[in-house]
Each structure stands twice: as structure tokens, then as C-alpha cells.
């Protein structure tokens, strides 16, 4: 039988989740779950079988609530982010990979696994901005015989992307520089681009704390005053690096779709599309590199 000691796994979940809800976390009692499973080196389902069951309570728990509480995101606090079915070391100085970023990945290995590059024997792919290395990371899971670089400014970026890619040896070429002029040696030879670049507008500045105080600022403003500078910079050197026919994949806000279906056609991508993510929302831009002697590309 349950009781409310503070002692009880359930009973103390219950009191966090409280306390996550009065901090206005947003999902508080998976938040609080997910901190014990971690403590307790546990999967969630474990983790209720032993609140049923009257665990204890792992040491630190309280704290790691109070921490939750302050808005530290949970993800540094357990050193883990899931993205499709990776298991990414995440912390300070890096971007928080995001469940929509899992759609732009899943368009990317359609192309590579089942649509135009299917047949290709070593298609080459390449991540702008690669943050935890999140989409590079994917795609060298996902699709095996790919060989996949991938280029981030920031050095602490940087370094969680090399911890993250390190398993997949000499597939994933790992660059610390800039998106705009990366991979020169590459040009007019990847298969596939992808990026989520920085993109958020100036005026756009993110509510939650989790995002406002935790990501780093250079991940998330775009640029431009319109948050476009760096997505239409992105956007250059995809043109540059793919081979005629080749596939670039861009998220971007919602605010930015229109305009993004115009400048991919400007800068010679044709059969461009708008992707929506799982809340209905145009998040990412999608194209194929026109030949040079299409129309288009003129
Ligand atoms: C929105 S985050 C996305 C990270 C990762 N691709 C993901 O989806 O989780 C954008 C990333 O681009 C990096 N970045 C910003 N400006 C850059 C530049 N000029 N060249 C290369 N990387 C840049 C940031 O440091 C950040 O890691």
C-alpha cells in the first residue's frame, strides 16, 4: 500500500510534479519521472513498477526537481537527448535537438534509402550547422553505406558533435568552421544538404527559459532582422555543394515558408515543396538542385 511519506517514490513523484507545475514547467510529471529514471539508471517503465511497488527515493531527486523547477532544461540535467533513436550527450553550449528536426531527418534518409538517390553507392551528405550532430548523427545510423560531413562555428558545439559522431569513425567527417564557406573541396559533389540553421527573427525572442536562457544565442537568431541571413546563406552554399538533381532539406519557422518556397526557386532549386511537422506547421523547405542547362537555374 502507497502512502504519502516523502520517503515513497510515488509519493515524492506526486510532490514534484506539484512543484514542476507551480515552476510552469510544461510537462511536469513526465519531467519529474524522467529525472528518477535517470537517477535510478532505469527505463520509465521500471520506474512505475517501482513506484507501485513503494521504492524509495533516489538520493538527489530533490534537488534535480528543484533544478527542473528553475527552468534548467531537463535534458542538462540528465545529459541525454532522444532524437529518433539516438541517445545524443547534450549540455550547456549546445542546441537541444527538437522533435521537429526528427521530420526533417526522416526526408532526408527517404531520399537516400528509398527515393531518388537509392541507387547511389556512396551517396555523400552533408549537415550545415550540426549543433549535437543530431541530423548528421541520424543519417550515419540510418543509412549505413552513407558517408556524411558535417561543419559547426561554435567550438562547444563543436565538441558535443564530436563526442555524438564519434562511434561512426571515418563515415562522419566532423569540420569546425563556417556554414557559408564550408566544403569547398565538396563543391558539386554532395548527394544530399540538410541544415537547421539559426533562423528565429530578431523580434521573435522565445518565451520559454528553457530556450531564452539555455540555448546559445548563436543557434537560434537567424539574422537579418527577419531571421533569414544565415537560412538564404545556408541556402548558397546547398546550391554550391550538391551535384545537379542532388536534395537540400531546410527547416525554418512557420512565419518564413512562403518566402523560403521563393528563394529556393531563386537560387535554382526546383520541385520545391513545404513540409509540415507533426503540429501542422510548414517547418521545413525542400528541393532538388536544377541542372544547369534547366531553365530554372538561369
Ligand atoms: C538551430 S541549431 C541546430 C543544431 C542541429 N542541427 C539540430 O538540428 O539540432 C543551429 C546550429 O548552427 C550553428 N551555427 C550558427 N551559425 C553558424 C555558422 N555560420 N556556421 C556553422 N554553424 C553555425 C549553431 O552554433 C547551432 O549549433
Do not use: C
Not at 28 to 42: K, T, W, Y
Not at 211 to 218: I, R, S, T
Request: proline share 7%; aromatic share 6%.
Amino acid at each position: 500500500m502507497l502512502n504519502d511519506d516523502p520517503a515513497d517514490l510515488a509519493a515524492a513523484l506526486r510532490a514534484a510534479a506539484a512543484e514542476l507545475t507551480a515552476a510552469g514547467v510544461p510537462s511536469p510529471r513526465a519531467d519529474a519521472e524522467l529525472l528518477a529514471a535517470h537517477l535510478l539508471g532505469i527505463g520509465l517503465g521500471e520506474l512505475r513498477v517501482a513506484a507501485l511497488l513503494g521504492a524509495g527515493v533516489p538520493d538527489g531527486f530533490a534537488d534535480l526537481v528543484a533544478e527542473r523547477a528553475r527552468r534548467i532544461p531537463l535534458q542538462h540535467l540528465t545529459g541525454v537527448a532522444h532524437f529518433r533513436r539516438l541517445e545524443l550527450a547534450v549540455g550547456p553550449g549546445v542546441f537541444i535537438p527538437r522533435p521537429e528536426t526528427e521530420g526533417v531527418a526522416q526526408l532526408v534518409i527517404d531520399y537516400l534509402l528509398t527515393g531518388p538517390a537509392a541507387g547511389t553507392d556512396r551517396p555523400v551528405a552533408i549537415d550545415l550547422g550540426t549543433g549535437s550532430g543530431a541530423l548528421a548523427a541520424s543519417i550515419a545510423a540510418e543509412v549505413p553505406h552513407s558517408r556524411v560531413y558535417a561543419v559547426e562555428l561554435s567550438e562547444l558545439a563543436h565538441a558535443w558533435a564530436s563526442r555524438n559522431l564519434r562511434d561512426y569513425g571515418d563515415r562522419v567527417s566532423l569540420r569546425l568552421g563556417d556554414l557559408r564557406t564550408a566544403f569547398d573541396d565538396l563543391d558539386g559533389q554532395a548527394d544530399v544538404v540538410v541544415s537547421n540553421p539559426p533562423y528565429i527573427p530578431d523580434d521573435a525572442v522565445p518565451n520559454e527559459p528553457e530556450v531564452a536562457e539555455h540555448d546559445p544565442e548563436l543557434a537560434l537568431y537567424g539574422g537579418g532582422g527577419d531571421g533569414m541571413l544565415l537560412p538564404s546563406a545556408a541556402l548558397r552554399s546547398a546550391a554550391r555543394l550538391l551535384r545537379p538533381g542532388g536534395y537540400f532539406v531546410m527547416e525554418h519557422a512557420e512565419v518564413q515558408a512562403a518566402a523560403m518556397l521563393g528563394r529556393f526557386r531563386q537560387s535554382g532549386f526546383t520541385g520545391v515543396s513545404s513540409h509540415r511537422d507533426l503540429a501542422g506547421k510548414a517547418r521545413a523547405t525542400s528541393g532538388y538542385l536544377a541542372d544547369a542547362a534547366s531553365p530554372s537555374k538561369k
